[in-house]
């Protein structure tokens, strides 16, 4: 699956799919879409009522259901809250334990398409999907740790 990119993509790909398009449903994928931080539907509703003061959370539901049934987006559910990313292809995700942000690993994505290869090969088995998920700090809480964080941790 590619990923789209783009507004008139994404209108198409929504159209193609038999999806009534709204600005509102076209800014929330956008927001999703061209977030590197994995949004919460919480944040999403933020980012979006700045442009449309009027969508509901019951839009923002909806319309991340749509999405994710059209495979543009994937919930990724976590204890705390559920968060949606639009890379669907196989790749790490790094979820810092500090401040709960989810981003994108830059690197790895390779290695990730190869074990999936190699499981579907091997065990015999067909992966319909796959998540990869390293705990750990970001630049931003690995000097703001307490002593007992690292050892907890190991």
Not at 21 to 32: F, G, H, K, N
């Amino acid at each position: 699956m590619s990923y789209v990119t783009t507004q008139e993509e994404l209108s198409i790909r929504l159209k193609q799919l038999g999806i009534r398009v709204t600005p509102q449903r076209l800014a929330i994928a956008e927001v999703v879409i061209n977030s590197g931080d994995h949004p919460t539907v919480k944040e999403i509703y933020d980012r979006v009522k700045a442009f449309f003061p009027y969508v509901t959370l019951a839009t923002v539901y909806s319309t991340l259901d749509l999405l994710e049934r059209a495979a543009i987006v994937r919930e990724l559910p976590f204890q705390r809250q559920s968060r949606y990313d639009a890379n669907l292809s196989p790749h790490a995700n790094l979820v810092c334990i500090g401040c709960g942000t989810v981003v994108d690993a830059d690197v790895g994505q390779n290695m990730v398409a190869e074990l999936r290869a190699i499981l579907e090969k091997q065990a015999e088995f067909e992966v319909a999907s796959q998540r990869v998920d390293f705990y750990g700090w970001c630049s931003g809480c690995a000097g703001n740790r307490s002593p007992e964080a690292s050892v907890s941790s190991s």
